[in-house]
């Protein structure tokens, strides 16, 4: 088991099944990407951190940087999801924006590929 494994264990119903949708579409798209835990969350480093998701009360948070939530900001605004500079929050009533994500996930891979 890896340390995401034993933080996703903590977690079932929608916020286990999101954060499970999520860690799929990471680990596909971010092959090379090793799993850690950074502040608490479960966190894919390439070159440096690439993505971070957490459980909150009422959400799953993905925490790709600000340049990610800037790469997608108005489109999240537009589908009514709450962002921050770093941050968006997945409501875990809603479905995952699986095709907004895999934008995300691609565009943070060739930022930390850069990196190299």
Do not use: C
């Amino acid at each position: 088991m890896t340390v995401i494994d034993d933080y996703l264990a903590e977690y079932s119903g929608p916020h286990r099944e999101h954060m499970d949708a999520l860690r799929a579409i990471i680990t596909r798209l971010a092959p090379a990407a090793t799993e850690a835990l950074s502040w608490g969350m479960p966190t894919w480093k390439l070159n440096g951190n690439l993505i971070h998701v957490a459980a909150a009360k009422h959400h799953v948070g993905l925490h790709p940087g600000a340049d990610g939530v800037a790469l997608v900001r108005e489109e999240l605004a537009e589908r009514g999801f709450s962002f921050s500079k770093g941050t968006i929050q997945l409501p875990v009533d809603r479905p995952i924006p699986v095709d907004l994500v895999e934008r995300l996930v691609t565009f943070r891979v060739a930022q930390q590929e850069a990196k190299a």
